[in-house]
């Protein structure tokens, strides 16, 4: 069974750092792109960051210069720095998978989420 697994939330104070992890398990022949998003309450989810199977990345404006998304391929995980933290950045960030292929799967994945809170 394929599954995306993170790791990495938790508390932090305005100015300080985190880096999320999201690692696909499974028999995976190939993901298309791997991205991470984020849910602040009352807000509707959004695209935070993304890098392709060619390691070309996109940032949401709002995270430009302060996050980082690189992947390790061989070990299908996707990371995200995140420095400078900002109130404005506590949410529950979710990791996604596109065009997961496996023996028996086609399709997309979600993580299950993982709470950044950034509080003084």
């Known amino acids: 069974q394929v599954q995306l697994v993170e790791s990495g939330g938790g508390l932090v104070q305005p100015g300080g750092s985190l880096r999320l992890s999201c690692s696909a398990s499974?028999?995976?022949?190939?993901?298309?792109?791997m991205g991470w998003y984020r849910q602040a309450p009352g807000k509707q989810r959004e695209l935070v960051a993304a890098?392709?199977?060619?390691?070309?990345?996109s940032y949401a404006d709002s995270v430009k210069g302060r996050f980082t998304i690189s992947k390790d391929r061989a070990k299908n995980t996707v990371y995200l720095q995140m420095n400078s933290l900002k109130p404005e950045d506590t949410a529950v960030y979710y990791c996604?998978?596109?065009?997961?292929?496996?023996?028996?799967?086609?399709?997309?994945?979600w993580g299950q989420g993982t709470q950044v809170t950034v509080s003084s």
């Open positions: 996604n998978a596109e065009r997961v292929l496996t023996s028996t799967f086609v399709g997309n994945l």
């Open positions: 499974g028999s995976i022949f190939s993901i298309n792109a």
């Open positions: 890098i392709t199977s060619g390691g070309s990345t």
